[in-house]
């Protein structure tokens, strides 16, 4: 009785000091109700590796977006041929992998299982743009030969959302709900047909998500209405339990001073025509500019626990980007001696390309 008593105790005591993603106070919040911070192209790289390729639209890879707080990692998916043996096997390539291939997809997911395993208190999700065309089955085999499937959340209904959560009635699970089953992943295919008996945890986007438009250049056509599903109202998104998704590439833009920074306008104008916070922002380049701290006032989290400051990352991918490449108009980041600083409002970033499908 009394070593059950100690077990509970030390049971209880686990989850009261929890740190879920970032932060204590996440832990109880049910999972539709935070903003998870998203890479856009996460494991398209800008960096040494890529020779600084203009197809990159981050400067560091999908596990250091990890560790810096990003939560949600969207790629493409692309039909490719095994280089051994000639066979069909589905990559991760940008908009075309005679373009830009980053490789078979499976070891991407591997990278992201290892560090899932060593995060045992962390929820991730991973947005798939399913260029190939690839069935649930297909990918299913990926995610299995990664053997991350085993992560996967698997919902109640996976032909139809649930309604949104709201401080009374809970209904997607909380963070330390999947924690405990295990479920710490979830993913979204866009498009994919849902296969309940194969892959039940692979979810097509947009029964689940909405997203406001995505290929914005200026920041007075940034708009929070739907964009996708096509001819739809927020109001109709909210009544279909459907989560926001906002697509933020503005950010380089604003926070490298071409535009006035005015995150807090387009959070606060996209929040009033909203009334809810989205679940789901997605931004190029996450580490630059204020994407992150925006995040942290969404989710009400003013100490971030067990995540390294991202602005020192900032500066070492300007260094590289600026002793590397001899284009003019690249970034003009200042890292000087001593604590390097990064100096929004006078500094210029090219835009990544390819931003257009989303
Ligand atoms: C990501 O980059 C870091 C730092 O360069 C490196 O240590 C790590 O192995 C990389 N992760 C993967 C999955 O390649
Ligand atoms: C919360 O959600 C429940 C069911 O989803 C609904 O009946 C209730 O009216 C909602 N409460 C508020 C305050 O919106
Ligand atoms: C912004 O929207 C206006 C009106 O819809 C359009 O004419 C203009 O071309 C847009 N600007 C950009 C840069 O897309
Ligand atoms: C991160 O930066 C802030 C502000 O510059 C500083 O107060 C804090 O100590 C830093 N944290 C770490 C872990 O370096």
Request: proline content about 7%; glycine content about 6%; hydrophobic content about 35%.
């Amino acid at each position: 009785m009394k070593s059950f008593l100690l077990c509970a105790l030390s049971l209880v005591s686990v989850a009261a000091d929890r740190v879920c993603n970032n932060s204590p106070s996440l832990c109880s919040k049910p999972y539709d109700t935070i903003t998870h911070f998203g890479a856009h192209d996460s494991p398209f790289l800008r960096d040494q590796s890529t020779s600084f390729s203009s197809f990159g639209n981050q400067f560091f890879n999908s596990t250091t977006q990890l560790d810096a707080g990003v939560r949600l990692l969207s790629t493409q998916i692309h039909v490719a041929t095994n280089e051994n043996d000639g066979k069909r096997e589905l990559h991760i390539c940008h908009t075309s992998c005679s373009l830009f291939d980053a490789g078979p997809l499976q070891n991407w997911l591997w990278g992201i299982r290892g560090w899932i395993d060593a995060h045992p208190n962390d929820v991730v999700t991973i947005l798939l743009v399913n260029y190939g065309n690839a069935d649930a089955r297909e990918i299913e085999e990926e995610y299995s030969k990664a053997d991350i499937a085993h992560y996967g959340y698997v919902p109640q209904n996976i032909n139809k959302a649930v309604p949104l959560s709201n401080e009374t009635h809970p209904t997607w699970p909380t963070l330390s709900n999947m924690i405990e089953r295990g479920e710490r992943l979830v993913t979204f295919v866009n498009p994919v047909k849902p296969d309940k008996e194969n892959a039940p945890y692979l979810l097509n986007e947009f029964t689940f998500l909405w997203e406001n438009a995505y290929a914005i250049s200026d920041p007075k056509n940034f708009t929070c209405q739907p964009d996708r599903p096509e001819h739809q109202t927020i109001y109709g998104m909210h009544k279909s339990g459907r989560l926001f998704l906002m697509n933020h590439f503005l950010y380089w833009q604003q926070a490298f001073g071409i535009q006035v920074p005015d995150v807090r306008n387009i959070n606060s104008e996209c929040a009033n025509q909203v009334t809810r916070q989205p679940t789901f922002v997605l931004v190029d380049f996450f580490n630059v500019g204020a994407a992150l701290k925006s995040i942290d006032i969404f989710n009400k989290v003013e100490q971030p626990v067990g995540r390294p400051n991202v602005t020192g990352m900032v500066v070492i991918g300007g260094r590289v980007a600026v002793e590397r490449t001899s284009e003019a108009a690249r970034p003009t980041m200042r890292f000087g001696h001593g604590r390097p600083s990064l100096k929004p409002g006078s500094d210029e970033l090219p835009p990544a390309t390819g931003q257009k499908e989303g």
